[in-house]
């Protein structure tokens, strides 16, 4: 094998840098069955480019790493893969650093760097397993535009130990040396595409240490005349059993030589050594020719992911279940049968631990070009929408600032075994993927809502970092008011088509005696000085002047809290409060104190018109919803005259096609008997 000396590139400690120039820090691969580790040295020797001619330098994150050379026949004397201390991943946040050397000191240099402790808090943004794997495909997903057409989710095995793996595996553009130190780095993203779903540069580290403590990457890059494969191995094993500060990345990197018909390493002998000496110790593969094999199925581009030493539950079993269902991954522990069957067998109840029904969820709109393979069988896609009966489309044009963002068409309906079923809420979508699942904006503990679900795009509001939700803003907050809003109204407009009646809420009602502040009124039904009866006399507020003398209330604008006008919205208390609380009212039902009669009634007018303007509105829309359901009964009607029609045509043909036998049966005998008369 030959050693391109003129870029350098070696096992890569992953740090921070204000600026280009950086300070190269070198840490000795473990020797076996030894304990002690070789001093940090500062060097800024053989710091190179990747994939770039000599005399350009590299600005990658992941910094290249100078370790001394060992012997040139590397191989790995460990027969067994070294699992993490602790198996279980809300415990494994306990790490200690007292192998490593304590005597690095600033030099000068400006850099920070990122302690081992970092890969697993920062994994903790995912608290569901499915939410990890999802972070995982969308980097296939997002390598359709590059020519991908399928992403594979398999198990595998440790060939070190035996124990199961998980493959991630796709046909995508790959990385080169540059893109797999990007993806092993923090904060790096080269998605600009408005259609991409990543953005932050950090679903992979997140999402893989999730799952397991360890992964290892395998990706084949062509473009133009170059042609690379890089390895590249994340190991929170290997940080922690080694004691170190600071994050270790070995990356090998490989460059097809036309001239030599093979790939030939881009690292110097040195950095090369070192690298791989590393990946044969605490990788799945003990040796060079066992990785260079992984590429076989990779085919000219693409990307392998195997995480292996995958976490354990508090049961000490797999966290993942590979073996209940050939052709899924369920959630160990994670199925209840709690509801009636039709309950649990609906996708609402076996997303949550079932794979393939998440992965069938997973994405809006379905890939023509494109599948995601799951142990062996393709997922079938499966719109929600599809599963709604009396389905509506309601058209939401979200405001911020009174700019207008988006427009958003939500389909909401019953599902198709409502009223049998209790499940509900809303499918939220963003950019085509699945964000929050069966979101309940309403919680109603009689019936109302029961049944009702919905599925929408929303590329106004930004996913958090797990895409497992929203960040919590004003228009994901005027989002869920109006989500409840449609909840309520198609609940009302449609819940008689399914069985329900149409619950209202009875208005309360105030006794004639006692005023709106809860006094009582000891003045009800005085005839005021212009003689007109029936209207109570008001009292001034304790502490002020009588607004009218005299009790002379024939000119007073009808401003209290009672106007005539409210008598006919009986069925919406809401809207009645709504109203109630616009106007300015003191705690007694008074106008406030510091108002001139000129002011109040021009209050009391515009209120009196939004009113007016409010009622108009209501019972129309009263009107037409009262059409739309006619139409639906009379359509209904039909449908059964017709069926009906059907039927005595079917009828009516079946007598038919027997009187033709019959008379069919009547020309033969008609026939031998004129033959026998003639004989």
């Not at 580790?37 to 350009?56: F, K, V, Y």
């Not at 076989?296 to 797999?318: F, P, R």
């Not at 009966?389 to 409502?418: C, D, N």
Request: aromatic share 8%; hydrophobic share 35%.
């Amino acid at each position: 094998m030959s050693y391109n000396r003129n870029i350098n590139v070696s096992h890569d400690t992953v740090f921070i840098k204000p600026e280009h120039g950086t300070m190269l820090q070198s840490i000795s691969p473990r020797s076996h069955g030894s304990k002690e580790l070789t001093r940090p040295q500062d060097s800024e020797e053989n710091r190179g480019s990747i994939g770039q001619s000599a005399g350009q330098s590299s600005t990658s994150v992941v910094d290249q790493v100078r370790s001394p050379p060992e012997d040139a026949g590397v191989t790995s004397s460990s027969t067994i893969c070294p699992a993490p201390v602790c198996r279980q991943f809300w415990k494994a946040g306990n790490y200690t650093d007292e192998l490593s050397s304590k005597s690095q000191q600033p030099n000068g240099k400006n850099y920070l760097h990122v302690h081992p402790m970092f890969l697993h808090s920062n994994a903790t943004s995912h608290k569901w397993a499915f939410g990890a794997i999802a972070e995982l495909l969308d980097n296939a997903v997002d390598e359709i535009q590059n020519g991908a057409t399928f992403v594979i989710v398999d198990k595998t095995t440790n060939p070190r130990d035996g124990t199961t793996a998980l493959l991630i595996k796709d046909d995508g553009g790959g990385m080169d040396p540059q893109a797999m130190r990007n993806c092993m780095g923090f904060g790096f993203s080269d998605k600009k595409s408005d259609s991409a779903i990543g953005r932050y540069g950090n679903g992979f580290k997140t999402s893989t240490m999730r799952l397991g403590a360890d992964v290892i990457v395998f990706s084949r890059h062509r473009k133009n005349q170059t042609w690379t494969q890089s390895i590249g191995l994340l190991s929170y094993t290997y940080l922690t059993r080694t004691g170190h500060d600071r994050i270790v990345v070995p990356i090998l990197d490989y460059e097809f030589k036309a001239s030599a018909g093979e790939f030939k390493t881009l690292q110097d002998r040195e950095h090369f050594i070192s690298s791989l000496s590393i990946l044969l110790e605490w990788s799945p593969f003990s040796t060079e020719a066992e990785l260079l094999k992984q590429f076989e199925d990779v085919g000219s581009h693409g990307t392998k992911v195997i995480i292996y030493n995958m976490w354990l539950n508090s049961d000490a079993k797999l966290e993942l279940d590979f073996d209940s269902v050939a052709e899924d991954i369920l959630i160990e522990g994670s199925i209840k049968k709690t509801g009636s069957k039709i309950v649990n067998d609906h996708i609402a109840s076996r997303f949550s631990y079932s794979l393939r029904v998440y992965l069938s969820i997973l994405y809006l709109r379905i890939f023509k070009t494109f599948k995601i393979v799951l142990c062996g069988k393709v997922v079938e896609h499966h719109n929600i929408a599809d599963d709604l009966k009396y389905p509506q489309y309601i058209l939401y044009r979200p405001q911020a600032a009174g700019s207008e963002e988006a427009v958003v068409v939500t389909t909401i309906g019953f599902l198709k075994e409502a009223p049998k079923i209790n499940l509900h809420g809303f499918c939220v979508y963003h950019k085509n993927r699945l964000i929050m699942p069966f979101w309940q904006v309403v919680s109603y503990s009689c019936s109302r809502g029961r049944g009702v679900v919905g599925v929408l795009e929303a590329n106004f509001v930004e996913p958090t970092h797990n895409k497992q939700d929203f960040e919590k803003t004003v228009l994901l907050q005027k989002l869920e008011n109006r989500l409840k809003e449609m909840t309520t109204e198609y609940w009302n407009c449609h819940c008689v088509l399914l069985g329900y009646r149409v619950q209202k809420r009875p208005r309360p009602q105030t006794p004639q005696n006692v005023q709106p502040g809860g006094r009582k009124n000891v003045n009800t039904f005085q005839k005021n000085s212009a003689g007109v009866s029936g209207r109570p006399a008001i009292s001034p507020p304790p502490g002020f002047e009588a607004v009218f003398p005299n009790g002379n209330l024939a000119s007073l604008p009808r401003v209290t809290v009672e106007p005539v006008l409210l008598e006919k919205r009986k069925e919406h208390p809401d809207y009645v409060a709504n109203a109630a609380s616009k106007r300015k009212v003191g705690n007694d039902g008074f106008t406030a104190p510091g108002q001139n009669r000129a002011e109040q009634f021009i209050h009391g007018s515009a209120i009196q018109s939004q009113d007016i303007e409010t009622v108009k509105l209501m019972e129309e829309n009263k009107k037409l919803r009262a059409k739309c359901l006619d139409h639906k009964v009379r359509s209904q009607n039909l449908e059964v005259k017709a069926m009906n029609l059907r039927s005595e045509l079917e009828t009516v043909k079946s007598e038919y096609e027997r009187l033709n036998a019959e008379l069919k049966a009547l020309g033969i005998v008609k026939e031998e008997h004129r033959q026998n008369v003639i004989t």
